[in-house]
Structures are given as C-alpha cells and as structure tokens.
C-alpha cells in the first residue's frame, strides 16, 4: 500500500501559480501510474492529470495547458505545476494511483485556494 504526502498548497490571486508536491512511500512507486485530483467545495472529487510510469501525461480539458504534471522516480515524487490559476481551481488536491480502480488509501490532501 502506497502512502501518499501532498503539499505545496496555498493562497494565491487568480493568474497566479503554484507547485504541489506528492511524496510517496514504496520501492515499486515508479511501477505506478499517478494522477493529481481535486474535489472543489460541494463538487465530486475529479481528476485533473495523470501520469504513467513512463511518463506519458493527460490532462482534464478544465487544466490543458495551465497544468503540467511531472514525476521523479528517485525521489517518490509527483509534482503539478499550476500556473494562470482560476477562482474554480479552489479546491483540496490529493494524489492516487490512476485509473481509479487502482486508487488506495487517500492522503490529507493541500488546499488551493485562488481569491482576489
């Protein structure tokens, strides 16, 4: 069972950025694909990016071209890189395995929250 670590969230104006960071445990994380999901205030929890093991990426139409996900096996980590962000990207952000199948335990997650 992987455990997983968010962090990196935070206030910050509309147009602004962010970097999330996922810290994972397990020797076989790299065997894994991940993904970043979000689940905004009353809102289902969806996925924003994805990210197999060899590093193919997909993205939710919402975050295409704002979003970049990018992991280091070395390190057991997932990062998203934020930037124009949007008053609807407010949300707590958590990363799991992908598809959602394969999802196990969920961490605390990081808020993001974009105000003006």
């Known amino acids: 069972q992987v455990q997983l670590v968010e962090s990196g969230g935070g206030l910050v104006q509309p147009g602004g950025s962010l970097r999330l960071s996922c810290a994972a445990s397990g020797s076989i994380f790299r065997l894994y694909a991940m993904g970043w999901y979000r689940q905004g205030p009353g809102k289902q929890r969806e996925l924003v990016a994805s990210i197999t093991s060899g590093s193919s990426t997909n993205y939710a139409d919402s975050v295409k071209g704002r979003f970049t996900i990018s992991r280091d096996n070395v390190a057991n980590t997932v990062y998203l890189q934020m930037r124009s962000l949007k008053l609807e990207d407010t949300a707590v952000y958590y990363c799991?395995?992908?598809?959602?199948?394969?999802?196990?335990?969920w961490g605390q997650g990081t808020q993001v929250t974009v105000s003006s």
């Open positions: 799991n395995r992908v598809p959602r199948s394969n999802v196990g335990s």
